[in-house]
């Protein structure tokens, strides 16, 4: 069992960085692949960034790749996504995931159903 919570969230301008931290919760922290998703207003959930077990193995969206950075802190039990450049196209509410069986040989970990456990989400707002 995981339980997540997402801080970090804000208000910011175009251009300008935020970090945002899922704090974990659970003795199988270390066991579980974890991902961020991100959920604008009338919009699907849809696929940030993951992060496999070992933090070996990352995965970024097209639309991120280049200006966001997933990592983990095992020791602390918290993920983080540092976010560069942002855009106002980048504002959504981002939710912290995880899963205890997904494996990176495929591509599961793009999909939010195959995640069991979600953090209740953190507002980023990037104005012009």
């Known amino acids: 069992q995981v339980q997540l919570v997402e801080s970090g969230g804000g208000l910011v301008q175009a251009g300008d960085s935020l970090r945002l931290s899922c704090a974990a919760s659970?003795?199988?922290?270390?066991?579980?692949?974890m991902g961020w998703f991100r959920q604008a207003p009338g919009k699907e959930r849809e696929f940030v960034a993951a992060?496999?077990?070992?933090?070996?193995?990352?995965y970024y969206a097209d639309s991120v790749k280049g200006r966001y950075t997933i990592s983990r802190d095992n020791a602390k039990n918290t993920v983080y996504l540092q976010m560069n450049s942002l855009k106002p196209e980048d504002t959504a509410v981002y939710y912290c995931s995880a899963d205890l069986s997904i494996k990176f040989s495929g591509s599961d970990y793009v999909h939010a159903a195959n995640y069991d456990y979600w953090g209740q989400g953190t507002q980023v707002t990037v104005s012009s």
């Open positions: 992060i496999s077990r070992s933090s070996i193995y990352t």
């Open positions: 659970g003795r199988t922290f270390n066991n579980a692949a």
